[in-house]
């Protein structure tokens, strides 16, 4: 019987990574729209999200049926409730993904207003972020976890500092520049979002490894 379970649960981990996979190919593009000003890609990651959402609600329905099957206990139960949160981080992963696609179609016929040398650093910490973040499921893996959390004040930093920078020295000298400043403040507070949700499960997988609290770093590592 226990066998059945370990095959569901190996089946509800593989779809937690294809899904990982998706998301991780939705940020992908909608920074390339944003950077390359690519209607069209920023239009297919919003039409993507739908699907998202049914994988979303099918591994809600498998992760449930296990609970009801087999009736799991102690750790397992956890694992179980943690791939259920999981599954609802990502997609709102998948939303943020969203969010960042209709600023870029909103300021794609607008001048640009500077390089996204930070809001492209940004993008590349949160793909690894959400890399070590299935890494740290997969394997329960406590190390990869504490690294997803460490990492989240990286992102958090470079969101102020883009935030500061475009009010201070393009907003403020010329209001007209917030037709373009004010989505690009937004969109780096879209991926500082990213890097909460991955920090939301990595804390879960901390509970779930170690039965060490984290959430709000009440507890040291």
Do not use: Q, W
């Not at 939705?26 to 699907?51: G, N």
């Not at 959402?53 to 099957?69: S, Y």
């Not at 930093?157 to 403040?185: F, M, Q, S, T, W």
């Amino acid at each position: 019987m226990y066998k059945y379970f370990e095959n569901e649960i190996d089946d509800v981990k593989a779809e937690l990574v294809k899904m990982s996979i998706d998301i991780k190919k939705m940020i992908s593009d909608s920074f390339i729209a944003l950077k390359e000003r690519d209607i069209t890609k920023a239009e297919a990651v919003i039409k993507y999200d739908e699907v998202i959402d049914k994988i979303e609600i099918e591994l809600e329905d498998k992760c449930t049926e296990i609970i009801l099957r087999h009736h799991p206990l102690a750790k397992d139960l956890r694992f179980v409730i943690v791939a259920l949160k999981m599954t609802n981080e990502l997609e709102r992963i998948a939303d943020l993904t969203v969010n960042v696609s209709e600023r870029a179609i909103e300021i794609a016929d607008k001048e640009p207003l500077k390089p996204l040398y930070d809001i492209s650093t940004m993008f590349d910490i949160i793909n690894t972020m959400i890399s070590d973040t299935v890494r740290a499921f997969t394997e329960l893996n406590y190390e990869f976890a504490k690294k997803v959390i460490l990492t989240d004040e990286s992102i958090n930093i470079l969101r102020d500092k883009i935030y500061i920078e475009i009010l201070e020295k393009y907003i403020k000298p010329n209001g007209a520049k917030a037709e373009v400043g004010l989505p690009l403040i937004f969109v780096a507070k879209h991926f500082e979002r990213m890097g909460d949700h991955c920090v939301n499960i990595a804390e879960d997988i901390i509970y779930l490894v170690s039965s060490k609290v984290v959430k709000h770093h009440n507890e040291e590592f």
